[in-house]
């Protein structure tokens, strides 16, 4: 059963949605321009719009269907909103707003463990202060917490960093990823940052003028070329899963890959067993044709080639299969040329960097 399904048409003055998508449990990202209908699409969710038809199911709950002419209103619906601009009371303190939250939970609802939320967040030092004495990433942290103590049935964040300066996004989201990782409830997280993508989610949804052109793993979506035409600035890169092979040595990471072993430096250890997601990005991968030796790249997959695209310039796009798991790399035409590269062809893919996309509990 999914943890989320939709099925939307909404017009608002010349622009129509008309979305349909069901999600599973974990975080479903909406990523599109601006303007491709991301904000209104949460804000049907939540209730603040009357969709013209629809039907919004959240795990077994139907918070609409107008076929049967049924509408929950907002504040029956059981989901946490977070805004972009935090919307905390001013005149009370992050303890009184964090009870404003636990205050309009359900009396039959399973309460969240408000001690358990206020270490999650990191903001047990905050909770005398007023809002106006908190910094832009403290402020959402607090958002966070009130709509989680609420006791929601599913959590919105609609684009939560987008106010924020880069230093207040770097402290913010090591708390989403744990948090993230934590929550045992669904999160519709809107963003237009690839790198939040990366980062957070496990489902990513592609709109684009109130349409949505594709629902899957983020690891399937964040590989297609389709999303760098759309996006227009995007930079294509895969998500590869490895699981990790005993403890680190001398700082380096052994991660077993389907197509090889890879090598992570990480300044702790990754818990072994674990599967974790790594970032590729296609600048990154190098192709070889035949045996490699006496190179210091040390992560090296055999792959097989699905197809060439080419790119502005002078640069290729090859998309590749690594064991049933999606890989490219960008090189030069006189390369493609040089290696007589084909689809079909098998190649070793040379990856001179990667990160830790989000790693799982450590």
Do not use: W
Not at 151 to 170: F, G, H, K, N, V
Not at 332 to 338: N, P, Q, S, Y
């Amino acid at each position: 059963m999914s943890a989320l399904e939709v099925n939307l048409d909404h017009t608002q003055g010349a622009f129509t949605l008309e979305v349909s998508f069901a999600a599973p449990d974990g975080v479903t990202a909406l990523f599109g321009p601006s303007g491709s209908g991301k904000t209104t699409l949460v804000s049907l969710i939540a209730g603040l719009r009357q969709p013209r038809h629809g039907r919004i199911v959240v795990g077994e709950a139907v918070l609409l269907d107008t076929a049967k002419r049924f509408h929950l209103p907002p504040h029956r619906r059981r989901i946490g909103y977070v805004f972009q601009d935090a919307r905390l009371f001013p005149h009370m303190t992050v303890r009184q707003n964090l009870h404003y939250g636990r205050d309009l939970a359900p009396a039959d609802a399973v309460h969240q463990d408000e001690s358990a939320i206020i270490e999650l967040l990191g903001i047990g030092h905050l909770l005398d202060r007023r809002p106006a004495a908190l910094s832009g990433g403290e402020t959402q942290r607090v958002a966070i917490g009130r709509a989680l103590l609420s006791a929601p049935r599913l959590l919105l964040m609609d684009e939560p960093l987008a106010s924020l300066d880069q230093p207040r996004r770097l402290e913010i989201l090591p708390y989403l990823e744990r948090l993230c990782r934590e929550a045992r409830l669904p999160i519709v997280y809107v963003t237009h940052d690839v790198d939040e993508v990366v980062r957070l989610a496990d489902t990513l949804v592609l709109l684009n003028q109130g349409r949505v052109l594709s629902c899957a793993p983020v690891e399937t979506v964040l590989g297609d070329p389709a999303l760098q035409r759309l996006t227009g600035r995007h930079e294509v890169s895969a998500l590869l899963r490895a699981s990790v092979q005993g403890p680190p040595e001398d700082g380096v990471q052994r991660l077993a890959h389907p197509a090889g072993m890879m090598h992570l430096p990480v300044a702790n250890g990754l818990r072994v067993g674990a599967s974790e997601r790594l970032h590729v990005k296609a600048r990154d991968v190098a192709l070889a044709t035949g045996s490699v030796r006496g190179l210091s790249i040390r992560n090296r997959l055999t792959c097989r080639i699905v197809r060439i695209e080419p790119q502005a310039g002078v640069d290729v796009l090859i998309e590749l299969d690594a064991a049933g798991q999606r890989l490219a790399s960008l090189i030069t035409k006189e390369a493609l040329v040089d290696l007589a590269l084909a689809p079909g062809q098998q190649v070793v893919a040379l990856i001179k960097a990667m990160t830790l996309a989000r790693a799982s509990d450590r």
